[in-house]
């Protein structure tokens, strides 16, 4: 089932769940209501859930903007999986909330009905007791019952949770080299840049660029060109750090977050990869081919923004391509 089924049924599971709670709240509180105006109003919230992923990309500002574009199916799925994520932790929530009221309300009438017990009623309100002394019964007979479909409740919706986690991971990942995507990378280098304005740990920045990629594409076709990147993929993670974030950032360019890095051991770092990566020898049928790699270095600054940052580490690798390719550049700090 593709995620964009997954993410069809869950919404259909959800707005289920959340249309019982609705109603059981209702009816525990004891007023009167109309089951489509409540249907209606209830339907009428998921717009403005879903509305908020698309009004925060609505206001990037200008220099988000100049960044290259975000493939928009990776970033709709992503933003549909969090606003179904956000509607989860909401109904989580209700239903605590719920479970609560209903062992509150056991507890009062308990207390209510031992203490009417101990009263030295008449005889004619004696029919009167004992109709109030079942309709006690009743109520938290209904509680108790009420208590344990929240139980079974809460427990599926930590599995769809978990799942949601899972869905969440899986948008954030590029299809064809399995490392993170573009979408995810911007997150983690916002993060980043916090934690370093933050504690002041360095890090440092390297983009990578494949070179004279499109020669491969034009002789041996993209299919071939595919080949390419995932083997060079896998060839620059097995040489990082578990620590080390590797992503793809568009097309055949890569992008790696080296955590605790400064720009000297970063330097280090991308002549290793160049070397590993030139060493190395790509099977295309019949044909072996040779790559090698253009690596742009930059060191994160306290000052820095998401954008410095990556204006920077691209123009040390422009200028290593510039410099005839197969090599490092490392840019001046900000």
Request: net charge negative; with cysteine.
């Amino acid at each position: 089932m593709s995620i964009t089924a997954y993410l069809l049924v869950f919404g259909s599971g959800l707005i289920a769940g959340m249309l019982i709670l609705f109603v059981v709240g209702k009816i525990n509180s004891g007023e009167e209501f109309n089951l489509f105006s409540g249907v209606g109003r209830l339907f009428s919230m998921l717009p403005r859930v879903l509305r908020r992923s698309s009004e925060t990309d609505e206001e990037m500002d200008e220099s988000e903007a100049a960044q290259p574009p975000v493939d928009p199916r990776e970033q709709s799925l992503y933003d549909s999986a969090q606003a179904i994520r956000n509607v989860m932790l909401i109904m989580a929530t209700n239903i605590q909330r719920t479970e609560k009221a209903a062992s509150d309300s056991s507890l009062v009438l308990v207390d209510v009905k031992s203490t009417i017990n101990t009263l030295e009623l008449p005889a004619d309100l004696r029919d009167a007791h004992s109709l109030l002394m079942a309709e006690i019964d009743r109520v938290i007979l209904s509680n108790a019952v009420l208590k344990s479909e929240l139980a079974i409740s809460r427990t599926v919706l930590t599995e769809q949770q978990l799942q949601i986690e899972d869905l969440r991971t899986a948008v954030r990942i590029d299809g064809l080299t399995q490392l993170a995507n573009r979408s995810y990378f911007d997150e983690k280098l916002n993060e980043m840049i916090a934690l370093r304005k933050r504690y002041g740990d360095p890090f440092s920045l390297m983009m990578i660029d494949l070179d004279d990629f499109k020669i491969i594409n034009d002789s041996y076709g993209h299919p071939a060109g595919d080949r390419v990147l995932k083997g060079v993929a896998l060839k620059i993670k097995a040489s990082l750090r578990g620590s080390d974030f590797l992503a793809r950032f568009g097309g055949d360019e890569y992008a790696v977050i080296l955590i605790k890095t400064d720009a000297k051991a970063a330097t280090e770092v991308a002549w290793k990869l160049c070397e590993e990566v030139r060493a190395s020898r790509f099977i295309l049928d019949s044909t072996t081919l040779s790559m090698t790699l253009s690596i742009g270095v930059a060191e994160a600054c306290s000052d820095d923004s998401d954008e410095a940052l990556l204006k920077r580490a691209d123009a040390a690798l422009y200028r290593a391509k510039a410099a005839g390719r197969n090599g490092v550049s490392v840019a001046e700090a900000g």
